[in-house]
């Protein structure tokens, strides 16, 4: 079952597919975290820090613990050393007080309590005495205290560095230096960050929403120092994670240990704002760019350096110059990322973590050196189009950038526009067209299923991937259904159970291309079962035949010459059910990569590590802008937007996920921002009111083209993903716009009317 270029497709791949567990999520049957029914739960209540910086100095429980109902009030005076810290996204100690009375930052869990209602537990909370030796924090950037360090070497990532380019620079005919900064923002995920632990005697079952099934299951396991057999975890759908469920946090670790204790379920729904502390966020950049080119506006120069704000303990950084330095054909590249220490908890991965606020930089660089030119922001961007990675000097495996702001542009409608700035209007509107380049590295993992065929041609897979709203069961089942030549709904899909063999972690967009090929490694493992056992049995339709040769093909065993027999005839010629445990470890990897999975770990191909080539998925971003003259409020009647990402599994819901990122987009570049109370250091609009996203209203048009696109270096399917590359550049976009519109130029996101006035 191939195409032209070799790859194992049948008639399902790439074909529209309704969600297959579409059912059961609009009628209201799909279990996220907190709705799995386990026997008489207690009810958790967290205690959060009032102080960003100091110590617990003492408790007064007496009034909490009087509350009726009351079962346990958990302290670090009380855990005494029970449970270990979880380790941050970088894998160093995060912030928590579960060893010691250090607060680390505002909004810290310093207790829990637990009652045999909600009610009653969160009455306690609010009862709870706590007595602070508290300490002048540092909030961020420029705060008294607030220390600043390079990031840390990593001889096997270096800072991405050619030639010398402030000698470039500083010799060039033209050149641009600007400085740039993005905000704290925070996930937000519709399903809150929920936690109910249930023991049944050494065994604990966790049901939380998470993106890494195995590495929770085996990073509590450290934390509470028993054995990974003995943990589950389960999370069969959840509700937006972004990466802000990537890694264990201390809550999971706090609710397991008041379970064992009671010898009870206890379930925990922390509220909204309690979420923009216990969880990750994405932190405050601050970037410094410098291009030069020559007359024709090819670039000789560029230098790209940030800071990012982090925690105390942790070195935590996204360090985004990795994707900016191999965007554009440029003899001569520095770039360079610190890090600045606050009283902060630990940022981490959210949506496209590095490229969202580095491409803002370099793309509104990019505009203003069109701008200095007098030269169309798409044809600079053509003149320094490259086949091959500038730093690497490895060819990418394929770069259809340009295919994509051709066929957005024409569809946008970019050759009406004006190239001066603020010549454009519709009556009392201000109107600017803006563009910018998108991407995303093309990343997969390694990863294990197993598959189970019936005589009656029914399909079960099961793999401990992770449905975060993106369509996994769907694009699972049509690559098994297209592996075994079924229809989708003869496939059933189990995902989101450490029961199930491990995937990697569901973060940095390798899903898609880690369970569809792992899953059709095992179909081949069916195939080629079902094909030697036919070919060994010497006798009807294949007597004589090459097992390699055969083929499945709608609930039919085919061979050469159009011969076939029923499917349910082969599988009962080797016992009746056929099951298949198949491991696939991308190229790149060394063999024993899929066996980490077991421990937690994750192995990772990256777009930029690989020896052979450097992969990337490629996009352009359109916005029209309008400002109005005299409020100079900012609307964005249209958005068009151009992917190419090698081959989709499944465009229906493909779609929507282009869409959704080009909407987050908008949204990070006119609303999000999580707001500091710079003596205080803490969040100040914690809630759906004060935390701005948007509406239907604010984004009325939104069309979204794909690039057909054939890759036959990425990985054996040619799929790249597609998560996380719909937002990047859209920030950009809307920026270079409102220049467009109205001839100001604005650096800081997000962009609100009060800038323009």
Known sequence: MADGAGRPFGKVFGKPSPRIDGALKVTGAARYGSDEPVPNPAYAWLVTSTIARGRVAGFDL?????????????????????????????GKPTTTTLESERVWHAGQIVALVVADT?????????KVAVRYAEEAPSATFDSPGAAEQPKPSNPQQPEPAKGDAEAAFAKAPLKIEARYSTPTQHHNPLELFTTT???DGPRLTIYEPSQSMWGLKNALARQLGIDPANVRTVSHFVGGAFGS???????????ALAARRLKRAVKLVPTRDQGFTIATFRAETRQHVKLAADRDGKLLALVHEGAEVTSRPSNYNVSGVETTARMYACPNVTTHVSVVHADRSTPGFMRAPPDTPYMFGLECAMDELAQALGMDPIELRRVNDTAVDPISGKPFSSRSLMKCFDAAAAKFGWAKRDPKPASMTDGDWQVGFGCATSCYPSNIGPAAARLTLTPQGKARIELAAHEIGTGAYTTVAIAVADGLGLKVSDVTVELGDSRFPPVPVAGGSNNAASTTNVAMKACEGVRSRLALAAVKNNAGAFAGADAAGLKLVSGKLVGPGGKSEPLAKAVARIGGVVEVHAENVPEGLPPDAAQGLYQGKMAMVRGTGRKDVTAYAFGAQFVEVRVHRLTREIRTPRVVSAFAAGTIVNPLTAYSQFMGGAIWGLSSALHEATEIDPSAARYVNTNFADYLIPVNADVPQVDVIFVPEEDTRVNPLGVKGIGEIGIVGMNAAVANAVFHATGKRIRDLPIRMEDLL
């Open 62 to 90: 007496a009034a909490a613990k009087a509350v009726p109902g009351v079962l346990e009030i958990l302290t670090h005076e009380t855990v005494q050393g029970a449970v270990k810290s979880p380790p941050g996204p970088d």
């Open 118 to 126: 909600y009610e009653a537990a969160r009455e306690a909370g609010h």
């Open 197 to 199: 632990c249930v023991w």
């Open 245 to 255: 469920r990537g890694a264990a946090t201390s809550r999971t670790a706090w609710v």
